[in-house]
């Protein structure tokens, strides 16, 4: 805990100092200022002596400005200590609500979770006893995630000795440290063939596993309709976080430069 308010300690006297900073570079606020300024030299100048004795032009200035100075440095300073004493507070508050500090350190309260596709060529050849994940594209299927365990003989094929084309091997993880469960994700499967009674059809997968940033979960994606299908993945999966007790959105990375969701697509 101690280690963890130091560094958002460390994170908001940074942040407040580059507001200052800012604040002063803007030119609108130095235009201001220097307004200010010349209006104090100006209401003074003739108040400007030392000690009785009239000063030339030069000298007056400079008296004029350092007795409009340390009075500005005090309004700056005192503004600079407020920000610098209150922001942190403010910002250790709001980042509280988004971490939750536990005894494995800071979990995030809104995760995010990553999914990678890539393409390979069939059929799959596994171990007896090995297992895969398949989600099928066609509308029988439902939201179902298939299970099929690999064995010995003709079956240590998938999805079968004879069959040859692409599919899809899929791989979903977390981002950060926390533990999601429950997880579903939708996808938007769209069938581009005439010979289709289907344009389009909605699919909700579950998870059967929690997934982690070291445990991730893998799937494959397999088209069993020959309807020239293209799946979109969605901006966020529905999941909950280990030891919360609500289902919430969680945000998807695809690590495309606009973060554009994955579309599967080129089956056969």
Known sequence: MATSFTRFWWECTLWSLDFVAQLLSDPKMLAVLCILWIGVVLKNWNRVDWMGTDLRFLERTILALTGLLWPFMVVVAGTVFVIVSIAPWERYRALSEKYDMGRSGITLKDPSV???????????????????????????????????????????????????????????????????????????????????????????????????????????????????????????????????????????????????????????
């Open 114 to 268: 990553s999914i990678y596709c890539e393409t390979e060529r069939l059929p799959l050849r596994g171990v007896d006893g090995d297992s895969l994940y398949v989600l099928r594209l066609h509308p029988k299927w439902g939201n179902t995630l298939d299970k099929f365990l690999y064995s010995s003989g003709p079956a240590s094929y998938w999805p079968s000795q004879y069959r040859t084309g692409t599919a899809y091997r899929c791989l979903i993880k977390t981002t950060g440290t926390s533990k999601i469960i429950d997880v579903s994700v939708p996808v938007t499967i769209f069938y581009r063939s005439d010979k289709t009674p289907y344009p389009s059809r909605s699919a909700e997968p579950m998870l059967p596993v929690a997934i982690e940033a070291m445990n991730p979960f893998v799937f494959h994606v397999l088209d069993d309709t020959g309807w020239t299908p293209t799946v979109e993945f969605p901006r966020s999966v529905i999941g909950r976080v280990d030891g919360q007790s609500k289902s919430t959105l969680i945000p998807v990375g695809y690590g495309t430069r606009d973060g554009t969701p994955l579309q599967l697509s080129g089956f056969n």
